[in-house]
C-alpha cells in the first residue's frame, strides 16, 4: 500500500524558515529516488528538489542555496529544509517519488507573507 504524508507546513513571515517532513512506504522509499513538488496558486505543479537512492541532490534554480532536501532511510522519511523563504514559495508542498507516482498524498499548505 503507497504512503505519503507530508507535515510541518505553516504560515511565515518572508525571511523565515520551515522544515517539511514525508513519511513514505518503506518499499517505495528503499527503492525510489524522491522529490518534492509544490502547486502555487494558480499554478501547475512543479518540482522543487529531488534526491536519489544514493543521496544526490538537485533544485530547481528559484531554491538552489535556501532548500535542502535529505532522507533518513531508518525512518523511511525524507525532509525539505526551506530557509529565507519568500512569497512566491507559497504553495501547497507534496513529496512524491522521482518520477511520481500516480498516487499524491494530502500535501502540506507552506504560506510566507510578505
Known amino acids: 500500500q503507497v504512503q505519503l504524508v507530508e507535515s510541518g507546513g505553516g504560515l511565515v513571515q518572508a525571511g523565515g524558515s520551515l522544515r517539511l517532513s514525508c513519511a513514505a512506504s518503506?518499499?517505495?522509499?528503499?527503492?525510489?529516488?524522491m522529490g518534492w513538488y509544490r502547486q502555487g496558486p494558480g499554478k501547475e505543479r512543479e518540482l522543487v528538489a529531488r534526491?536519489?537512492?544514493?543521496?544526490?541532490?538537485n533544485y530547481v534554480d528559484s531554491v538552489k542555496g535556501r532548500f535542502t532536501i535529505s532522507r533518513d532511510s531508518d525512518k523511511n522519511t525524507v525532509y525539505l529544509q526551506m530557509n529565507r523563504l519568500k512569497p512566491d514559495d507559497t504553495a501547497v508542498y507534496y513529496c512524491?517519488?522521482?518520477?511520481?507516482?500516480?498516487?499524491w498524498g494530502q500535501g502540506t499548505q507552506v504560506t510566507v507573507s510578505s
Open positions: 518503506g518499499t517505495i522509499f528503499s527503492l525510489s529516488a
Open positions: 512524491n517519488t522521482f518520477p511520481p507516482l500516480d498516487y
Open positions: 534526491i536519489s537512492r544514493y543521496s544526490i541532490t
